[in-house]
């Protein structure tokens, strides 16, 4: 699948993403500044956190419970489309994932 990163500066960095591959370790591999995914995955850091484009919202699903309290403590502004990108993993359905770096 393809995503599609746009950066604070209105920058964007697309990549092809394996399925399987979660969006922070794809943000990792692809040197997405602002992404650095601390935890490495493991809902305990939050510095994977991305805002998730309208229209994948409804696409991307919703957080967890884990997630949830996360995302309260999150460096950046939460938003209603904020996400920890390690929690959404890479599939067919999510081809064009448009995700959003929160400014630092
Ligand atoms: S990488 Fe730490 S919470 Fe996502």
Redesign the pocket.
């Given at each position: 699948m393809k995503v599609t990163w746009i950066l604070p500066d209105g920058g964007e960095i697309s990549a092809d993403v394996a399925d399987g591959v979660n969006m922070?370790a794809a943000a990792v591999e692809h040197n997405i500044p602002g992404i650095t995914?601390?935890?490495?995955?493991?809902?305990?850091?939050?510095?994977?956190h991305v805002y998730v484009a309208d229209d994948w919202t409804g696409k991307t699903g919703s957080p967890d419970d884990f997630e949830d309290a996360?995302l309260d403590v999150a460096e950046a502004e939460r938003k209603d489309c904020s996400r920890?990108?390690?929690?959404i993993v890479a599939n067919a359905a999510l081809d064009g994932l448009v995700l959003v770096v929160p400014a630092a």
């Open positions: 922070m995914g601390e935890c490495g995955g493991n809902l305990s850091c939050a510095t994977c996360m920890l990108s390690c929690q």
